[in-house]
């Protein structure tokens, strides 16, 4: 798999670095020791914005802490077959009985005419689960998330999800309210 460090963004800052991964979040070190904060010592957290004055309210009436994505979940596989007749397998994750991830995989995997049609069904399949872990786990979206799963499933240069990455990494820097 091809790999291109710029584009392994913290969630949080933004900034290009070593990441942790954190409830389905990828965070550098300085963004992951405010997430430990936050998650585990939310007290803390509300009493250091006092003493530095800043803005910073807690809000768990309306909205709904995240649900943590645990180490091992029990998954469903399904045995399908494309219009093609060629054999999918697709699995789903599923936590309390919600769907929160959906993987496919083919037995045939090194042929070469099934490498573009992979590479598709992949990015769906990691879309789909983004959707799905922000529907049942409250996991929050964004752009650089987007564009990190399209990149993800790229298999080949200049194929479909590498195309739409390339082409959507052009917005990336006005969401994070930077200039130039
Ligand atoms: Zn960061």
């Known amino acids: 798999m091809k790999k291109n460090a710029d584009m392994e963004l913290c969630d949080g800052c933004g900034t290009s670095a070593l990441l942790t991964e954190k409830n389905g979040n990828e965070f ?10 936050l998650s585990n010592q939310p007290d803390l957290a509300i009493k250091l914005a006092k003493l530095t004055g800043s803005e910073f309210e807690r809000s768990d009436t309306d909205e709904q802490n995240p649900r943590e994505l645990p180490d091992v979940l029990d998954a469903v596989r399904y045995r399908t077959r494309d219009r093609e007749q060629n054999t999918w397998y697709v699995s789903v994750s599923e936590m309390e009985g919600d769907p929160v991830e959906i993987f496919a995989s083919t037995a045939f995997d090194r042929d070469q005419h099934l ?19 922000h529907v049942f786990l409250g996991e929050v979206l964004t752009l650089d998330k987007t564009v990190k799963q399209l990149h993800r ?3 080949q240069k200049n194929d479909l999800p590498d195309m739409l990455s390339t082409v959507l990494s052009n917005y990336r820097k006005n969401e994070m309210g930077e200039n130039g």
């Open 28 to 37: 550098c070190p300085s963004c992951c020791q405010v997430a430990e904060v």
């Open 153 to 155: 499933s790229s298999r």
């Open 115 to 133: 490498q573009s049609r992979i590479s598709n069904l992949t990015t769906i399949t990691r879309l789909i689960s983004l959707i799905l872990r």
